[in-house]
């Protein structure tokens, strides 16, 4: 058996897998309650409280399903990419860090958008002066894509410039990477699935761009090493092996990102598939064995020595969340009304009776702007005195999704040739099955849904079992482990 972790943005869910079966035997999830929001733009993370949080996690996950500690054969650890977690060696916190390496401040998310901020006397944002002194655009077409607000690298040039970068010394890694840490005491180190994340990491050379880090200024020594996603980065700490259940000493792998672990966790035949994955972002994704530059996509490592053609769009369930949140301030400011429970499902409801197409009514769900634009907006155009109505709202929201999925499909078509199957994963697919049937519509194929869910903590279990000798290749394992059990469309 194999743990998978999966440090979610706004959920941390754990997962048991049994790799004889292929069955997930137990699923747990905690609500992310680390989150700070410090000011207008920003999104941070306390790392003592999530430390805390993903104990309670675990040990939830190892109570409710009563399995034997010496049965779990590893813990496989995934999570949010971009964003970064500090750590020092100072050895005290009061989340039970004592010996190993603690926060030096707060981690800061990839929902961050302090780095689209105009630089004191300056007509440019923080983002763009970077993109500048790196050497345009062209300086990052090594790194499979372009620098973003709440980025790594984006965010460290933002601390430098405001002179908040923590003093040495420390170590700049991804908050999984940072989980990995506190579990089981060992340095920090990044697979480059997290490390290409940053908009700093050459995927082609597999290492930390070190002439791009000296031209903006960041310390080469603030970079963790680069390591293998599924090698053990250490053993479960003794102390959180008796707080959780679970063996001391029990492998816990290096970390990958959530992209490529739920991508893992959800398609059987990663050569030829197109995997859809809908949760608080989204992402259409297609690995490929080979690097490309295509403007407005990203390329991201896998393991193996492949690649995922990534079209990352920052409208998700978080776009649906906007506009659920309009409907709850127009009951209660208007109508002073209480907010229905269900509401979610009332809308999706609504959506469903409203014909395809939304009777004109057109969607451009771009709330936080796109990578490629983070000034663009949202937008509803072709109104109407016929579609002005909650349920054309929802639907075209869910079809302005669809299109931008689909317009990334289009981009990736020339580089990838047709793919099959089309596989929908993340709650948002999962959840909400009429944006799984616009999605069918709008690439004119069969959704296929896998059977097992919290694919990104199960792929983080597989990349572990791999690691450890169960499985001679990933590519062997998800052909055993995954299968699909419903279709759409």
Do not use: K
């Not at 997962?15 to 004889?20: A, G, K, M, Y």
């Not at 010496?70 to 100072?90: D, E, K, L, Y």
């Not at 492949?306 to 409907?327: E, M, T």
């Not at 109104?383 to 999704?401: C, I, K, Q, V």
């Amino acid at each position: 058996m194999y743990i998978g972790l999966d440090i979610g943005t706004t959920t941390l869910s754990a997962v048991i897998l049994d790799t004889e079966s292929g069955q997930l035997l137990a699923h747990q999830a905690t609500p992310n309650r680390a989150g700070i929001a410090p000011g207008p733009g920003r999104a941070e993370l306390n790392m003592s409280r999530l430390a805390e949080l993903t104990v309670e996690c675990l040990t939830r996950i190892v109570t409710d399903s009563a399995i034997d500690p010496p049965s779990v054969r590893g813990i496989g650890v995934t999570g949010q990419q971009h964003g970064v977690a500090f750590f020092n060696g100072a050895g005290l916190d009061g989340a039970g860090l004592d010996g190993v390496d603690t926060p030096a401040r707060t981690a800061i998310t990839w929902q961050d958008l302090r780095a689209q901020e105009m630089m004191p006397g300056s007509n440019q944002s923080y983002l763009h002066q970077l993109i500048q002194r790196a050497g345009g655009v062209e300086a990052f077409r090594r790194m499979g894509c372009v620098p973003a607000a709440g980025f790594l690298g984006t965010t460290l040039f933002w601390l430098r410039e405001n002179e908040e970068l923590p003093s040495p010394p420390v170590t700049a890694c991804f908050i999984p990477d940072a989980i990995v840490t506190f579990l089981t005491g060992a340095r920090p180190a990044s697979d480059p699935t997290l490390a290409a994340s940053s908009g700093l990491f050459d995927i082609i050379a597999n290492d930390w761009d070190w002439a791009l880090l000296e031209r903006l200024g960041l310390p080469a020594a603030l970079f963790p090493p680069v390591a293998t996603a599924g090698a053990a980065a250490g053993g479960l700490r003794a102390d959180l092996a008796a707080r959780v259940g679970l063996s001391p000493g029990l492998p816990v792998a290096i970390a990958l990102g959530d992209n490529q672990a739920s991508f893992i966790g959800s398609v059987a035949e990663p050569a030829t598939s197109l995997g859809i994955n809908v949760g608080t972002g989204g992402q259409i994704s297609a690995r490929t064995d080979d690097f490309h530059f295509i403007p407005g996509l990203e390329n991201r490592p896998f393991p193996g020595g492949h690649y995922l053609l990534i079209g990352g769009g920052l409208f998700g369930g978080r776009s649906y969340a906007y506009l659920l949140n309009f409907f709850q301030q127009s009951g209660q400011q208007l109508f002073n009304g209480a907010t229905a429970d269900d509401l979610y499902e009332r809308m999706t409801s609504l959506a469903a009776a409203v014909p395809p197409g939304s009777d004109g009514l057109v969607c451009a769900p771009f709330f936080t702007g796109s990578r490629v634009d983070p000034s663009l907006r949202a937008s509803f155009s072709g109104l109407s005195p016929d579609n002005f109505t909650p349920g054309h709202f929802a639907r075209a929201l869910l079809e302005g999704m669809a299109e931008g999925f689909h317009h990334f499909g289009e981009q990736m078509a020339p580089v990838i040739g047709p793919r099959s199957p089309l596989v929908g994963a993340g709650n948002g697919v999962r959840r909400n099955r009429l944006l799984a049937e616009i999605l069918a519509a709008r690439f004119g194929a069969p959704l296929h849904i896998p059977a097992l869910a919290e694919e990104a903590a199960l792929g983080a279990a597989i990349v572990a079992a791999v690691g450890q000798g169960e499985f001679a290749s990933l590519d062997n394992a998800t052909a055993r482990l995954l299968r699909y059990d419903e279709v759409v469309g």
